[in-house]
């Protein structure tokens, strides 16, 4: 899943004399503008995933987010991606306590301490019948019924599902549209006060 900022533009508004000059003024500004908004956004997004995932901001821009920052030449296809990764998200970052898997060969399962989390900022659960084992790597698994039967890795649903949801996307569209027409202006200007034009 993907949030794209794109800008379009009418060249046929731009007086003839000062076309090639606006041109690349615009293209320059718009370029700019869309990197800077979409950084933006990131930082937004992972402001408010860290609400209501209890996730460390630098995991979550290193694992979750990609950010394609717009590279074209031409107003013709030019656009910055923010990309959220919709791989399940595994349940071991957020175990309270020890992440070491624990021996427990021999105790009764009704004996064993239940594994702790806390997923939401705040709201702590009890995983029962879940347990930490190193499979090529450490993760928290259950069995599907009691007994020897196979091992289930247990994660949580990606980042993805929060972006569906209207009240959580809906901010970030009004934060990218406003900061995209302040970066804009102020880039635009910029770039025409090098010619001396205001």
């Known amino acids: 899943m993907s949030l794209e900022i794109r800008f379009e533009h009418d060249f046929g508004k731009i007086p003839v ?22 950084e933006g956004v990131r930082t937004q997004a992972n402001v408010q995933v860290r609400q209501e995932r209890k996730l460390k901001a630098s995991e979550i821009n290193q694992n979750y987010f990609r950010v394609d920052r717009a590279r074209s030449y031409s107003l013709q296809g030019m656009e ?3 990309s959220v990764s919709t791989k399940p998200i595994p349940l071991l970052p957020f175990v309270l306590g020890s992440q070491e898997p624990a021996i427990q ?12 989390a806390e ?24 069995r599907k019924d ?3 039967s196979p091992l289930m890795k247990q994660s949580i649903p990606p980042l993805t599902t929060l972006f569906q949801r209207k009240e959580f996307l809906s901010p970030l569209e009004r934060y990218a549209r406003e900061r995209y027409g302040k970066e804009f202006s102020s880039n635009f ?8 034009i205001s």
């Open 146 to 148: 009691p007994g020897r």
């Open 105 to 116: 060969k021999g105790i009764a399962i009704r004996e064993r301490k239940p594994l702790r």
């Open 80 to 82: 910055a991606l923010l």
């Open 17 to 38: 004399f000062l076309d090639r000059l606006k041109a690349r003024a615009v293209l320059r500004s718009v370029k700019r503008s869309l990197n800077r908004t979409i």
């Open 189 to 196: 200007n910029f770039e025409l006060s090098k010619w001396g």
């Open 119 to 142: 997923i939401q900022p705040g709201r702590r659960q009890q995983l029962p019948h879940a347990f930490i084992a190193r499979v090529r790597s450490k993760q928290v698994f259950r």
